[in-house]
């Protein structure tokens, strides 16, 4: 037998380069560190959309643009933690001195899509305070306005920004993680132990990860799906939502409960 060598595959070639990420990508990863999964349990869901479509349309016949999908999600979330202060908790404190900590206020956070040369869609956080209290109209104009938060309108992002920029690292690591050890720090960055995210702008029905905050509720494309209704299968709008929490502030059944709280009421949203 002849070996042909012509036919073996040319030795790899260098098909990689490295790319000159800098101090602030460095330090945005960090935040990726405090992400424990061992800590965090994910539930799943269905809900008929049916009464969120009937708000939207009952502003589209005022002549009104219709609340975002987010903001029915956040409006629920802000509620459920005003109904459930024990869940509106979180562990925090430095190394070796973390505490339970209360809050009182039901502000959500959400993220925002920022960019870094090498980072993209890095998320800065914002919180929207007194979700629970905030007209549907209301909510969806601030996340509206989200997009254009700079360094220029911005105290807290301009803040945010010079630290992965200029400080030097591990003292910006020390700074971004400060959140967690200093309660003032994580109200007034982080807002109290909930946030919501929002896959669905991308397409996305469902994710599963793990998040920073104790309770993250996240929400899917809402859209015509076969549901059982009165033991027949009919097409009804619907929105796939889930719950990530932190196993070490509450137990299963007690997250159990205020999950099924949390999609009732949201999809009575005529009742937010």
Not at 130 to 135: E, L, M, V, Y
Not at 171 to 177: A, E, N, P, Q
Not at 188 to 203: D, F, H, I, M
Not at 244 to 258: H, K, N, Q, T
């Amino acid at each position: 037998m002849t070996h042909d060598r012509e036919s073996e595959p040319s030795r790899a070639t260098a098909t990689y380069r490295w790319l000159p990420a800098g101090r602030a990508e460095k330090t945005a990863w960090s935040l990726n560190g405090i992400l424990v999964p061992a800590n965090m349990v994910t539930m799943f869901g269905e809900i008929d959309a049916s009464g969120i479509e009937e708000v939207r349309d009952g502003f589209r016949r005022e002549g009104k643009r219709p609340p975002s999908y987010t903001a029915f999600v956040i409006k629920a979330a802000g509620q459920t933690m005003k109904r459930h202060p024990e869940a509106n908790r979180a562990i925090l404190g430095p190394p070796f001195w973390r505490r339970l900590v209360q809050f009182e206020a039901a502000d959500i956070a959400v993220a925002i899509e920022k960019h870094l040369p090498y980072l993209p869609g890095n998320a800065f956080i914002a919180p929207l305070r007194s979700a629970d209290s905030r007209s549907l109209d209301d909510l969806s104009e601030a996340l509206r306005a989200l997009p254009d938060v700079n360094e220029e309108n911005s105290e807290e992002y301009r803040a945010y920004m010079r630290v992965l920029r200029y400080v030097p690292r591990p003292i910006s690591t020390w700074l971004v993680h400060a959140p967690h050890w200093f309660p003032s720090l994580w109200v007034r960055y982080r807002g109290c132990a909930c946030w919501v995210n929002a896959p669905s702008k991308a397409g996305v029905d469902a994710v599963t990860t793990t998040w920073p905050w104790p309770i993250t509720f996240t929400f899917g494309v809402v859209k015509d799906r076969p549901l059982v209704v009165d033991s027949a299968v009919t097409a009804r709008r619907t929105m796939p939502v889930g719950m990530v929490f932190d196993r070490r502030i509450m137990g299963g059944g007690p997250a159990s409960r205020l999950f099924v709280d949390f999609t009732e009421n949201l999809s009575r949203g005529t009742k937010l």
